[in-house]
T-cell receptor
Framework: DSGVTQTPKHLITATGQRVTLRCSPRSGDLSVYWYQQSLDQGLQFLIQYYNGEERAKGNILERFSAQQFPDLHSELNLSSLELGDSALYFC?????????????FGPGTRLTVT | GIQVEQSPPDLILQEGANSTLRCNFSDSVNNLQWFHQNPWGQLINLFYIPSGTKQNGRLSATTVATERYSLLYISSSQTTDSGVYFCAVSASGSRLTFGEGTQLTVNP
């Protein structure tokens, strides 16, 4: 158990709908990262938040948005869903090792868009 | 951005065999991690190893940062070692860039 929690574990929804994925980082970790794992794109970084502020942005679609709340949990909102958005969505948090940051991943949310 | 190449893409072993997985990266990094993705999809941390050598049981890893590669060694493999092994790197202390993974199958 990495200490990072994600809900829900599975989500099945229809095209055009909107969903919210939730993540709680490990206790004490201020950073939250979101990644998408799809069959054709592999594991890709979407966005990072640090203590409530957006820190880095990757290949995140405009239909997707995220935020980090004062209690440090984060939500990833996916709207106008398309079949191609079906993927495993991971959240991670990081701990400083003294030389860098080691990321720990949650169990993921498997999204199926039908 | 940084490119990460893993080899081999697929590996099939008999239980008890040893193996070496390789990760090449295209630029200097300050973070390199190895992960095992099990059949249930979980990403399990194996090593945080931007440089040097580490060992954990039957697994060990070496990163030669100056030559931009890392190796993951699995000895006396077991069926539970099956899954996908990912190498991921970061140059900024932020986002991880993942390789495409090595699919390992260990047969009894």
């Amino acid at each position: 158990d990495s200490g990072v929690t994600q809900t829900p574990k599975h989500l099945i929804t229809a095209t055009g709908q909107r969903v919210t994925l939730r993540c709680s980082p490990r206790s004490g970790d201020l950073s939250v990262y979101w990644y998408q794992q799809s069959l054709d794109q592999g594991l890709q970084f979407l966005i990072q938040y640090y203590n409530g502020e957006e820190r880095a942005k990757g290949n995140i679609l405009e239909r997707f948005s995220a935020q980090q709340f004062p209690d440090l949990h984060s939500e990833l909102n996916l709207s106008s869903l398309e079949l191609g958005d079906s993927a495993l969505y991971f959240c991670a948090s990081s701990v400083h090792t003294g030389t860098g940051y080691e990321q720990y991943f949650g169990p993921g949310t498997r999204l199926t868009v039908t | 951005g940084i490119q990460v190449e893993q080899s081999p893409p697929d590996l099939i072993l008999q239980e008890g065999a040893n193996s070496t997985l390789r990760c090449n990266f295209s630029d200097s990094v300050n973070n390199l991690q190895w992960f095992h993705q099990n059949p249930w999809g979980q990403l399990i941390n194996l090593f945080y190893i931007p440089s040097g050598t580490k060992q954990n049981g039957r697994l060990s890893a070496t990163t030669v940062a100056t030559e931009r590669y890392s190796l993951l060694y699995i000895s006396s493999s077991q069926t539970t070692d099956s899954g996908v092994y990912f190498c991921a790197v970061s140059a900024s202390g932020s986002r991880l860039t993942f390789g495409e993974g090595t699919q390992l199958t260990v047969n009894p």
